[in-house]
């Protein structure tokens, strides 16, 4: 066993000496991002302590793992800030990190606690809490039992998820008297909304926005629920907070939200089609509407991005967010489409991986904005590129969130913070955090960032795998 582990290592130092001269990008982009950096100029740093990092969180997943408070599936994955709290869209990007280590029973538990909510309240919540359940987030459920589905073939298991997904499916089109919130716009898109009762919306806006935005605390009660009833819907986009609606998020179509509802009308399909309950043409036929309805309203051709829908004033957002290689992530995009994605790809692109919307000027300091480096956007990114051909970038982007975590793993930077009380903490070597940013550092911007083994470790085990593990790049040595 020594001697293949010392072949192993020599082999793949080799590999990658050869990964980093084959991931330097062939295709022209001269392009240059708003930090004056070139996509075709990185070359990695931390290489050489990405195996151990790798090795830490795979043997680290049952160590982070466990039944979060108010559900009965035991053996899920549902560790966040710290505290034993099931997050949403958390689960999808922590699962393709569990499913690369070979983590089925941890990567199960997680879809079949999201169904436990399900379940139980008609949707799946933003968090299984008594702040986060008047609101769902990004719909990925039915994406995770996609994927778990195709690991395992296990048709018994499919069949009580199909009826769930198609549940989750409802909730977001449904447009009877009864349905929880209302999602669907006239145009036949879905928004993100909420069902928050209105001492709900006025919490949120005494506790939360008067002391994260300076909002002043002596106003109408009719321009609290207002403002509240935004920044309410933000929340559950998953991005709270953003510049990328405007702050009237429920204004308007979001690209991501129907690019994930198409991937769900394709994979009903699928399903029906696996189970042998129909021929799925009636979700076919639903997608292709969908993809058709996202063509016109989200495509924007002047340029050249997905970008989210203003159905109240007839026009794109102002502001491009890395959400807009959700087509490209679904494979509802043209060629032509994709071209001119890869083309704005330095919009978003900098130093230190993907922010999360393009610069602006904004005054107020948002969680997800043109500093922000959150890992399920590199994740996101890297898939929507690889399904395109453009590996060469979705390569480079792996190599920079590989870069980022291993730097603040050894090195947290910065080192200490201080908390809202005033006392200050040391941050010790050995953790992935929740957020980062484009300097390269952890993101302690509006609050300190928070130790979370999730979506972070789960970004890290998949962009390791995409560039060493499973690499289909023809740079790297087995």
């Not at 049952?62 to 505290?83: I, L, M, Q, R, W």
């Not at 002391?211 to 009719?222: A, L, T, W, Y």
């Amino acid at each position: 066993m020594k001697k293949v582990s010392r072949y192993y290592f020599i082999f793949s130092a080799l590999a990658l000496l050869l990964l980093f001269s084959g991931c330097r990008s062939s295709q022209k982009n001269s392009k240059t991002s708003k930090t004056g950096f070139t996509p075709e100029a990185y070359t990695a740093l931390y290489a050489d302590k990405w195996s151990a990092i790798n090795d830490s969180v795979k043997a680290g997943w049952k160590n982070h793992s466990g039944k979060p408070s108010n559900n009965a599936v035991p053996d899920t994955f549902a560790y966040a800030f710290n505290e034993w709290t099931l997050f949403y869209w958390d689960l999808y990007f922590t699962q393709i990190g569990l499913l690369k280590h070979n983590e089925l029973k941890l990567a199960k538990g997680g879809i079949n606690n999201l169904k436990a909510e399900l379940d139980k309240r008609g949707f799946i919540p933003n968090a299984n809490t008594d702040w986060g359940d008047n609101r769902s987030q990004p719909p990925y459920f039915g994406i995770m039992v996609k994927e778990f589905y195709d690991f395992t073939k296990d048709k018994k298991w499919l069949k009580t998820m199909y009826a769930a997904v198609l549940k989750e499916y409802k909730f977001w089109t449904d447009t009877s008297a009864n349905r929880i919130e209302a999602n669907t716009t006239e145009l036949g898109l879905q928004r993100y909304f909420h069902h928050a009762t209105e001492t709900e919306l006025l919490e949120l806006y005494d506790q939360e926005l008067t002391s994260r935005f300076d909002f002043p605390k002596d106003i109408e009660k009719s321009k609290k629920l207002n403002i509240a009833s935004q920044f309410a819907a933000e929340a559950e986009s998953g991005m709270d907070f953003t510049p990328r609606f405007e702050n009237r998020c429920s204004e308007f179509i979001a690209v991501d939200l129907n690019s994930n509802l198409y991937l769900y009308e394709k994979y009903l399909a699928y399903f029906e089609q696996e189970l042998k309950i129909g021929n799925g043409q009636q979700w076919l036929a639903k997608a292709r509407k969908r993809k058709a309805l996202i063509q016109k309203y989200c495509w924007n051709d002047e340029r050249g991005l997905f970008l989210d829908y203003d159905f109240v004033n007839n026009r794109s957002s102002k502001v491009a967010a890395a959400t807009a290689f959700s087509p490209l992530f679904a494979g509802l995009a043209s060629k032509y489409q994709a071209d001119r994605m890869r083309e704005n790809l330095h919009l978003f692109e900098s130093e230190n991986g993907i922010v999360a919307c393009e610069s602006t000027d904004e005054k107020r300091i948002y969680q997800w904005d043109h500093i922000s480096v959150w890992s399920p956007m590199q994740s996101l990114v890297i898939m929507a590129l690889d399904n395109y051909g453009f590996k060469e970038d979705a390569c480079r982007i792996a190599m920079k969130h590989l870069d980022l975590i291993t730097a603040n793993f050894f090195n947290p930077n910065p080192s200490t913070y201080v908390d809202k009380s005033g006392k200050k903490f040391y941050r010790l070597p050995g953790g992935i955090y929740e957020k980062y940013t484009r300097f390269g550092t952890i993101n302690d911007r509006e609050y300190n960032a928070s130790l979370m083994y999730g979506w972070s470790a789960g970004a890290f085990a998949f962009a390791y795998d995409y560039l060493i593990v499973n690499s289909q790049h023809n740079f790297t040595i087995k």
